[in-house]
């Protein structure tokens, strides 16, 4: 069963937060910029930073969201 996900308008961040609600395997719509939908199969996701030290006030910590197209 895939879900749809609204990603027009959206800012990148919002996206993989609604991502979040689903398990990895899951096939996705998603409707970026363009209007079009597009399927997708979440696969993983993950934290990453911006390789500064967590005291630095530059620091940046980035959520992730793996996705693959499928045609």
């Given at each position: 069963m895939k879900k749809q996900i609204r990603g027009?308008?959206?800012h990148i961040e919002?996206?993989?937060s609604a991502l979040l609600h689903y398990k990895c395997k899951t096939v996705?719509?998603?409707?970026?910029?363009?209007?079009?939908?597009?399927?997708y199969e979440i696969d993983t996701?993950?934290?990453s930073?911006?390789?500064l030290e967590m005291d630095d006030e530059n620091y940046k910590e980035?959520?992730?969201?793996?996705?693959?197209y499928r045609p």
């Amino acid at each position: 069963m895939k879900k749809q996900i609204r990603g027009v308008g959206m800012h990148i961040e919002k996206s993989v937060s609604a991502l979040l609600h689903y398990k990895c395997k899951t096939v996705v719509e998603i409707t970026w910029g363009n209007a079009q939908p597009s399927l997708y199969e979440i696969d993983t996701f993950y934290d990453s930073d911006n390789g500064l030290e967590m005291d630095d006030e530059n620091y940046k910590e980035y959520h992730l969201a793996f996705i693959s197209y499928r045609p």
